[in-house]
């Protein structure tokens, strides 16, 4: 099984910068796209921002410009740099990864979903 550990949510005024970590381990044939998704209070999640193993890039139309997704392929490590928080960006931050399987190969695909990180912009 993946497992997926977030870190670097918190608490932070309007204007200002977090950075998120997500680290995937575990058995896996290949580790495939990987993103970040956020659900509000009372709200759906709604995709942040998503990266493939290439490094190709999307971006809600809401955090584009603002914030920047990468990768350490050799890290399996995804980070969300959140740059000009606004109080709307208030959610829990949840990393999501896909992969593929030793046993079955690169013909099936699963994911996998962290605990989420809170974070929180004050206005």
């Known amino acids: 099984q993946v497992q997926l550990v977030e870190s670097g949510g918190g608490l932070v005024q309007a204007g200002g910068s977090l950075r998120l970590s997500c680290k995937a381990s575990?058995?896996?044939?290949?580790?495939?796209?990987m993103g970040w998704y956020r659900q509000a209070p009372g709200e759906q999640r709604e995709l942040v921002a998503t990266?493939?193993?290439?490094?190709?890039?999307n971006y809600a139309h809401s955090v584009t410009g603002r914030f920047t997704i990468s990768r350490d392929n050799a890290k399996n490590t995804v980070y969300l740099q959140m740059n000009s928080l606004k109080p709307e960006d208030t959610a829990v931050y949840y990393c999501?990864?896909?992969?593929?399987?030793?046993?079955?190969?690169?013909?099936?695909?699963?994911?996998?979903w962290g605990q989420g990180t809170q974070v929180t912009v004050s206005s």
């Open positions: 999501n990864a896909k992969f593929s399987k030793v046993v079955t190969g690169p013909w099936a695909e699963y994911e996998n």
């Open positions: 575990g058995s896996m044939f290949r580790l495939n796209a």
């Open positions: 990266v493939t193993s290439g490094g190709s890039t």
